[in-house]
């Protein structure tokens, strides 16, 4: 079973009873409620190691997480995913450069991640941060949420960069989607590969599938670099992530990882959070993929029951229920707010979908306890579903630019015609339907609208 030096050293340290002359300032004695929990919160002292210079504790953790989940190198985040992706994207950078002063990639000006539309604000963040241009992937049928690609597609947009001798430094998508959808990420690596791209996934909500029966995690299947938010789906605490890098993945990412991360992070991070990530890797060799597997079969189950009652199911993944609930007659936020009030909140809502997120530690009860309230729920005609549908908008200004341009508050329905500024993406989803630096039509606003986003920031003149 996995050592969990972390967790020794925070107990060994908590026993010794020294004065706390560091941070933070609880010093370990916080009163009442997290009083348990402020023993082990401490920062960076000697013997606790050092995040982002790892070669101690945290370090040895690293490796076990690493070896769990089949990744040349594992890197921790007490920041999420989103911390994990910004470095992602900065990896991908250096590596490009890396390329072009081998003379191994021709020089561009200006460079470009080709990406799935339904990527998360973080990415976009990055994408301002490091000046970046993005080339959407997106289907007909693209979705704020849904955006299934396929390696034609990839390799159809790949092609038509090489042709403008500008490679992207990047092909990137999101996979598993927030609701549950999953793309065909051996292909697409396969595709990005075959132009020599190094290829990243967004797998924030699918930290578990390395541990289900068919093991699909992105370092198995070919990425280079793939973020999880062990958070979403592990019993780990909210802020807990990992940045994998493959053993395939060009050199430079993992000798850069580190410098990546530490380049947008902060310089306290919790040790709280490491804790629970180490704990999680006892956690992952020691019954976890049983009780996982148990889950799994008995949620899929309950959604074959609910479909035999008629609700319409969205998705592949094992851990999310996701319901389109309006051929019952609910909308999705309805239904959301009938299951709060049986006493089950869900993860999502919108006009069209309501997103359960589970994990294995919800347990058979929970489920019991779900399908009571779905089943006993009162059919009704069933409503006529929103176009939910992307539309293609012109992009004016870089989204660097549009991010640091003097910026204004709308009402969203007087925003067509104006440029989208760095507007507030909230999570969730946070997957913006207009992308800083491009012209807003009536469908964008439109969309936001529906997405209850009643005012917007745009570019100010
Ligand atoms: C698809 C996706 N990517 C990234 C993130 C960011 O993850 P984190 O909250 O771990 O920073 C989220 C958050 O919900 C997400 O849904």
């Known amino acids: 079973m996995s050592s969990t030096p972390i967790i020794d050293f925070l107990k060994e340290y908590a026993e010794k009873n020294t004065v706390r002359a560091h941070m933070p300032g609880h010093k370990g004695a916080f009163p009442g409620f997290l009083s348990e929990a402020a023993k082990y919160d401490i920062t960076e002292i000697p013997g606790a190691d050092e995040l982002f210079c790892a070669r101690g504790v945290i370090r040895e953790s690293e490796k076990n997480a690493a070896r769990l989940f089949g990744a040349g190198r594992t890197l921790y985040s007490t920041e999420g995913s ?28 200006r460079y470009t991640v080709l990406a799935a539309r339904n990527a998360h604000f973080a990415f976009i963040a990055a994408c301002a941060a490091l000046d970046l241009d993005i080339e ?166 309950l959604k074959e029951r609910l479909a035999e009652r008629g609700y319409s199911l969205v998705g592949t993944e094992e851990l999310k229920l996701t319901l389109a609930p309006k051929s019952c007659g609910y909308t999705g936020l309805e239904l959301a707010e009938t299951l709060r009030k049986r006493g089950v909140e869900c993860e999502y809502a919108d006009e069209e979908h309501t997103v359960l997120m589970l994990s294995a530690q919800n347990g058979e009860e929970a489920l019991r306890r779900i399908e009571a309230a779905l089943l006993t729920l009162e059919r009704r005609a069933p409503l006529e579903k929103m176009d939910l549908r992307l539309p293609k908008l012109t992009r004016v200004m870089t989204v660097r630019e549009a991010m640091l341009a003097p910026q204004e508050f709308v009402p969203t329905e007087r925003a067509e015609g104006r440029v989208m500024g760095n507007d507030h993406c909230a999570c969730p989803p946070a997957v913006p339907p207009a992308i800083p630096g491009e012209l807003i039509t009536r469908e964008a606003a439109e969309l936001m609208i529906a997405f209850l986003k009643t005012e917007c920031a745009v570019v100010n003149g």
Not at 89 to 105: D, M, P, S
């Open 82 to 109: 989103s911390l994990a992706i910004r470095a992602m994207l900065y990896l991908a950078l250096i590596n490009a450069k890396a390329l072009e002063r081998a003379g191994l990639r021709p020089k561009t000006e």
């Open 136 to 301: 959407w992937l997106m289907p007909e049928s693209c979705a704020l949420l849904s955006c299934p690609v396929t390696a034609r597609m990839a390799d159809e947009a790949l092609a038509a960069l090489d042709e403008r001798k500008t490679p992207p430094i990047l092909v990137y998508v999101t996979s598993p989607d927030y609701l549950g959808a999953e793309q065909p990420i051996a292909e697409l690596a396969l595709a990005a590969h075959w132009h020599g791209v190094p290829f990243a996934v967004d797998n924030a909500h699918g930290a578990y599938l390395g541990f289900v029966e068919n093991d699909r995690h992105p370092m198995k299947l070919g990425a280079d670099l793939c973020c999880d938010s062990a958070h979403k789906t592990l019993s780990c605490l909210t802020g807990a992530a990992y940045l994998h890098i493959s053993k395939y993945a060009p050199a430079v990412m993992a000798e850069t990882a580190e410098r990546a991360l530490a380049l947008f992070a902060s310089t306290s991070p919790s040790y709280l959070i490491l804790a629970s990530l180490d704990a999680m890797n006892a956690r992952l060799e020691s019954g976890y993929r049983e009780e996982l597997a148990a889950f799994a079969r008995g949620l899929g189950r």
